[in-house]
């Protein structure tokens, strides 16, 4: 059984950072672990994803903002959020991509106040 478990979210005001992290237990194979966020009354997007290589990918949106990293030791991915904006608040889910199956975590809320 593959578990997520994110934390690390929270309030902070406009222009500050947080640090999500996701950590995951059980046993498998990741091709890729990506954050999304879904704000109220909008889609799930996808904001970063890391492959096992250790290649990264952004949204536009957040490009020169978040980064996205891996402690593959630790089986735990982070998400740095820095220069928050309000439009940044959401729910945060890490994600799993694995050969056949996805997983996802829990969620954190991020709320970012003006």
């Known amino acids: 059984q593959v578990q997520l478990v994110e934390s690390g979210g929270g309030l902070v005001q406009a222009g500050g950072s947080l640090r999500l992290s996701c950590a995951a237990s059980?046993?498998?194979?990741?091709?890729?672990m990506d954050w999304y966020r879904q704000a109220p009354g909008k889609q799930r997007e996808l904001v970063a994803s890391i492959t096992s290589a250790g290649t990264t990918n952004y949204a536009d949106s957040v490009k020169g903002r978040f980064s996205i990293s891996a402690d593959n030791a630790k089986n735990t991915v982070y998400l740095q959020l820095n220069s928050l904006k309000p439009e940044d608040t959401a729910v945060y889910y890490c994600?799993?991509?694995?050969?056949?199956?996805?997983?996802w975590g829990q969620g954190t809320q991020v709320t970012v106040s003006s």
């Open positions: 059980g046993s498998f194979f990741s091709i890729s």
């Open positions: 994600r799993l991509v694995g050969t056949l199956v996805s997983y």
